[in-house]
């Protein structure tokens, strides 16, 4: 799976737009991309996925660059509970594993 | 609600204890997985089936055993505990892929601590 690279921590106002950004300068055609959190030591929650499209869902935008060398991660009205670990992961099921990588993350902060 | 269900959620036990982490899915999922978390080193994979009877080893499968005897079943199995197994475990599941584009889901962890 290619490597990704994600700011180590972010701060955001309680009710503004997060923007969590990503690097995947190694992407291959047909690697996902995907997003999970970690809210304190929870199991890691899905939020969303794509591969060349923005995807929207009731948690947030995903925007990937027409290149797909980057994409963004955007929590339109971030709330104190979106406070956590938020993992971008790049990804295509290889003889039918479909094993995460984790990295280290971005640790976003909702600042009152 | 669809869910991924572990138990226990937290055990404390001692060296050499056989001990069983259960893991139940309800969302008819082929494939399964475990994963540990240690700081430092993020998740890594110990152990996944694509299927009923059909199990491989991850990443760090060593002192684990797995068995899927029905679908929405994957036990975790330290036949002999030792300290350096102490860590936080997750289960996940996944509709089976091909080309990687189904989510995971994880249950909400086993903290495992091993004297």
């Known amino acids: 799976d290619a490597k990704t690279t994600q700011p180590p921590s972010m701060d955001c106002a309680e009710g503004r737009a997060a923007n969590l950004p990503c690097n995947h300068s190694t992407i291959s055609g047909n690697e996902y991309v995907y997003w999970y959190r970690q809210i304190h030591s929870q199991g890691p929650q899905y939020i969303i996925h794509g591969l060349k499209n923005n995807e929207t869902n009731e948690m947030a935008s995903l925007i990937i660059t027409e290149d797909r060398k980057s994409s963004t991660l955007i929590l339109p009205h971030a709330t104190l509970r979106d406070t956590a670990v938020y993992y971008c992961i790049v990804r295509v099921a290889i003889l039918g594993n479909e094993k995460l990588t984790f990295g280290t993350g971005t640790r976003l902060t909702i600042i009152p | 609600e669809a869910q991924v269900t572990q138990n226990p959620r937290y055990l404390i036990t001692v060296t050499g204890k056989k001990l069983t982490v259960t893991c139940s899915q309800n969302m008819n999922h082929e494939y399964m997985s475990w994963y540990r978390q240690d700081p430092g080193l993020g998740l890594r994979q110990i152990y996944y089936s694509m299927n009923v009877e059909v199990t491989d080893k991850g990443d760090v499968p060593e002192g684990y055993k797995v068995s899927r005897k029905e679908k929405r079943n994957f036990p975790l199995i330290l036949e002999s505990p030792s300290p350096n197994q102490t860590s936080l475990y997750f289960c996940?599941?996944?509709?089976?892929?091909?080309?990687?584009?189904?989510?995971?889901?994880f249950g909400d962890g086993t903290r495992l601590s091993i004297l």
């Open positions: 996940a599941s996944s509709p089976h892929s091909t080309g990687g584009n189904q989510p995971q889901h």
